[in-house]
Structures are given as C-alpha cells and as structure tokens.
C-alpha cells in the first residue's frame, strides 16, 4: 500500500540541496494509505514495466527492466523479477564487498536474463514493442540492444486467471555462439540439460 502523498513545497528554494526527489518524497505521514488507481505501468524512458494483479501482498507481479542506458551500472537489460506469493525469479545482482564480488553483482551473468557466451551486455538498452493490459490478461514485448551482433526480442504474456506466465525470447544473429538464458529461483534449483 501506498501512503497518498502532498507536497510540502514551502520554500524549497532556500534549501538549495533539495532535488527534484526531495520534493517527490516527502510524504505526509498522517495521512491514510489508499492504493493506487493502477495496478499495471510501463515507464520507456525509465525502461522499466510492472505488471501486477493487485497490491495485496499476496498478489502476483512481474517486473522487466529494458533500461535505455546504463542503470545503476548493472549489466542486465531484459532482466526479470517474478513473484506469486513468494519470489519466484530474483534479482540476484546485489554488490558484494570486494571488487570482485561487485564485478560479479553488476554482470549479466548474476541476472535473471540471456547472456551471450558468458559475456557482459556491451550496451544497456532496449525499447518498448508493445504493452497491452487487457484485464485477464496482459502482453508485454521489448527489443533488447546488448551485443553488437545478435538482434534479441523479449515477450511475455500473463494469463491472471490461471497464474501464468509465458516468456518467449527471439534471438538472431551471425556466427556460433552460446545463448544462455538465466532464471534464478528462490531457494535450490535443479540444472536442465537440453
């Protein structure tokens, strides 16, 4: 649950450390949570989209990250976060406290996304295909730009009714290469071979 927010504003201009944010977060305390109005949003310029059921805490969500630049310095366009009661697909790039383990938390290889021959993303970004919210069911598809040349579209499609979800991934490009699409879970998992 959200807290509704309203704005202190008053002379924020005699503090001039304050930043846009400061002045978008700060919250009225005494005033009661409502949800929002919307339980879906995609945000291109953010290169972010969420996909929810409700705002429960037992209510299903989906988020994708599509960044148009280089966030926070992790490695991970089409990373996805999924949880249906528990977590389901994790972000597992969290900065360690040595360089190597930092390394190793901002690589693509620490997300829930594809990775071409165990190499880092060159370029963090994608863009918006199309996002539809149809009620029951929701269709979200991006195109990723992360190596140079390998032309790569993620879509997943949610069906809310039955709690499912759908990731198909398109990947095409020149010469042999090893795709790996990486999914970490919540708790132990068991390793495929095809």
């Known amino acids: 649950m959200f807290r509704s927010t309203q704005l ?25 949570s409502q949800s929002p109005s919307f339980t879906s949003a995609v945000l291109p310029d953010g290169g972010v989209a969420v996909l929810r059921s409700g705002w429960a805490p037992d209510d299903q969500y989906m988020l994708m ?21 528990l977590p389901w697909l994790i972000d597992n790039g969290y900065p360690g406290s040595s360089e190597e383990e930092n390394s190793r938390g ?9 990775s071409l021959d165990d190499h880092n993303h060159y370029y963090a970004g994608g863009e ?41 991934d398109h990947a095409a490009g020149q010469g042999a290469h090893d795709l790996a699409i990486r999914w970490y879970v919540q708790g132990s998992a068991t390793r495929l071979s095809p």
């Open 65 to 85: 990250e599509f960044t148009p630049s280089l966030h926070h310095t992790h490695y991970h366009s089409g990373a996805v976060v999924l949880y249906d009661r």
């Open 8 to 32: 202190q504003l008053r002379q924020i201009s005699t503090f001039p450390a304050y930043t846009f944010f400061h002045q978008l977060a700060w919250v009225d305390s005494t005033l009661a």
């Open 106 to 114: 901002v690589s693509t290889v620490d997300h829930s996304t594809i």
């Open 128 to 168: 918006l295909i199309q996002f539809s919210d149809l009620g029951s069911t929701s269709y979200l598809s991006v195109m990723l730009h992360t190596y140079p040349y390998l032309d790569l579209s993620r879509t997943v499609l949610w069906i809310k009714s039955l709690r499912q979800w759908l990731d198909l």
